[in-house]
């Protein structure tokens, strides 16, 4: 018996298929689309009491039931996130993004239903926060504190989130065919399978020069031959031993390990460009952005620029104007401040 509906089905194939969604992606939304149905049975009685929340079965969820759908069990289903499960505002806004297309779909797609009840769901309120990253002199710890027997790859890898600013996953996911140090650039595969061009800097074609003059060749196997990055085992190099290296290299910069991941580095990367002058728009094509205002989280200025910015105004050294009257005051020229004495 499977365990989706056939329209949670057709519409996951929709994704992966016609949209280009990853199959991360996918399986995300699928997820999300169940934890959703086993609410709506609970929400509904359509289940026993008795049965677990993780046991409840959805296959049997048709259309007829989501026509009857409304905003209340939305509201509801949200709730039950936010008070049950704990689920920050981002996650809970990633299942309002997943109903919300799951929905349309069948709508526009399947036409099985009339209207689209979640049409006018918002998304939840997540509160901005300043992006984590490194400072300039802090980066240079870590690159400092690269060391060890995979030195020239973990070199090369921090080497090119530090610059490039490019994901995890697109690291991990770099290729030799796509890899030209004599033009300087590598295409990757970015989020929703989207190929882009990423350019390489001095720092990156020295270091990824460095490393493959020591990367292995023997006993590599398959598609493996192809990755740039290798672990020990001699297999593409996967995220979690990326982090874990990361995270050996932090310790040894005395930097916070529970602060600072590889993704972390993608914001240094940025707001080390923008702070050196790169603009938003140039930004945003560096860093794979779709919109603009994904990039603008990135674009915050630290202390020290601001306060740089305030006394830059024209206005910074001006002192405040002594009105001349019956006190004998010395008045004080045009600008502001007052007259030298003679004593100076």
């Known amino acids: 018996m499977q365990e989706y509906p056939d329209h949670v089905q057709s519409f996951l ?10 199959p991360r992606t996918v399986d995300e939304y699928a997820l999300d689309l169940r934890m959703f149905l086993r609410f709506l049975k609970r929400h509904r009685g359509l289940t026993d ?15 007829d039931t989501l026509k009857t759908v409304t905003m209340n069990d939305f509201y509801a289903f949200l709730n039950y996130l936010a008070r049950e499960k704990g689920d920050t505002a981002a996650t809970r806004a990633r299942k309002v993004s997943c109903l919300r297309s799951y929905f349309k779909y069948l709508t526009n797609n399947l036409h099985v239903l009339t209207h689209n009840p979640a049409e006018f769901l918002e998304v939840p309120k997540n509160p901005s926060r300043l992006p984590i990253y490194l400072s300039l002199d802090e980066s240079m710890r870590l690159l400092d504190a690269v060391e060890g027997e995979y030195a020239a790859r973990d070199y090369a890898i921090l080497t090119i989130f530090l610059n490039c600013g490019i994901r995890l996953s697109e690291l991990c996911g770099m290729n030799l065919s796509r890899l030209n140090l004599s033009q300087r650039v590598v295409r990757i ?28 060749t023997e006993g590599v196997r398959g598609e493996d031959r192809d990755a740039v990055f290798l672990s020990r085992q001699r297999r593409r190099i996967s995220g979690r031993t990326v982090e874990l290296m990361m995270k050996k290299t932090l310790e040894r910069a005395g930097l916070d390990t529970e602060l600072y991941t590889p993704h972390k580095l993608r914001h240094t990367a ?6 050196s002058g790169v603009d938003v728009r140039t930004l945003k094509e560096v860093l794979g952005h779709e919109q603009l205002n994904t990039t603008q989280i990135y674009t915050h200025v630290g202390d020290q620029q601001l306060r740089e910015a305030t006394q830059r105004n024209p206005l910074a050294d001006v002192k405040r104007r002594k009105k001349a009257g019956k006190t004998g005051e010395k008045e004080e020229d045009s600008a502001g401040i007052a007259a030298e004495s003679s004593e100076d």
């Open 189 to 216: 595969v970015g989020k929703g399978n989207k190929e882009r061009l990423v350019h390489l800097n001095d720092a990156c074609v020295e270091a990824l020069t460095a490393y493959l003059a020591t990367r292995p």
């Open 49 to 63: 009491k008795s049965t677990s929340f993780d046991e409840i079965s959805i296959h049997d969820i048709g259309v």
């Open 13 to 22: 194939t929709y994704l992966e298929t016609i949209r280009g969604k990853s």
């Open 270 to 275: 940025a707001t080390l460009m923008f702070t």
